[in-house]
């Protein structure tokens, strides 16, 4: 169906747990992005990776931590987090290369995050 | 800063007709690119259409196309012989050229299609 893979697709923590949410991608992209999607809003862009390289952190707090191992794998590691950050989380890949801004963005099915 | 505005929060149209859903957006910049993404019940956000700014020719991708009017600072959706599978929200999205460029999405409108 996709060429991008999220896990899990839904997660129940609570506010101590530490979780991890992963990204793959499997068309060969070399630029990733984390998405936020609430309810009645925008889509927020969290973090942007380029060739491996973090390129954007958009004033997300510290209790989302990204990582990029390679060019396939995308994660967003999670800890002490609050209700508000319930949501659906999107992973997404494009071409990369010297102009991130101008590739077209392919989504995964997203994690839908729920914070007790 | 770059913003992109969908005022219509839902539309309904019936199956085989034709919707036209709408987008404007805001920048001082000449160079862009706009897009049309669905996502349908499922999550799965899919690209619909794509229009570079510099081309005044508007897009077309089989019974989806836009009409694409720069000076207007818009960029509307059309969907011909609409199909039950077109049920989704739909994101119009905007993003400069050049690197580092962030995607700047609308809040979307749910489209219906009755049977």
């Known amino acids: 169906e996709t060429g991008v893979t999220q896990t899990p697709r839904h997660l129940v923590m609570g506010m101590t747990n530490k979780k991890s949410l992963k990204c793959e991608q499997h068309?060969?992209?070399?630029?990733m992005y984390w998405y936020k999607q609430s309810a009645k809003k925008p889509l927020e862009l969290m973090f942007v990776y380029n060739f491996k390289e973090q390129t954007e952190n958009n004033s997300v707090p510290s209790r989302f931590s990204p990582e990029c191992p390679n060019s396939s794998h995308l994660f967003l590691h999670l800890h002490t987090l609050q209700p508000e950050d319930s949501a659906l989380y999107l992973c997404a890949s494009s071409q990369g290369q010297n102009a991130v801004g101008t590739d077209t963005q392919y989504f995964g099915p997203g994690t839908r995050l729920t914070v007790l | 800063a770059q913003t992109v505005t969908q005022s219509q929060p839902e539309m309904s149209v019936q199956e085989a007709e034709t919707v036209t859903l709408s987008c404007t957006y805001d920048?001082?910049?000449?160079?862009?690119?706009l897009f049309w993404y669905k996502q349908p019940p499922s999550r799965q956000m899919i690209l619909v259409i794509r229009?570079?700014?510099?081309?005044?020719q508007n897009a077309t991708e089989n019974r989806f196309s836009v009409n694409f009017q720069k000076a207007a600072k818009s960029f509307s959706l059309k969907i011909s012989d609409s199909q039950l599978g077109d049920t989704a929200m739909y994101f119009c999205?905007?993003?400069?050229?050049?690197?580092?460029?962030?995607?700047?999405f609308g809040k979307g409108i749910t489209l219906s299609v009755r049977p």
């Open positions: 229009q570079e700014a510099y081309k005044q």
């Open positions: 999205a905007f993003i400069l050229t050049g690197a580092n460029s962030k995607l700047t």
């Open positions: 920048t001082s910049e000449n160079n862009y690119y």
């Open positions: 068309l060969g992209h070399n630029a």
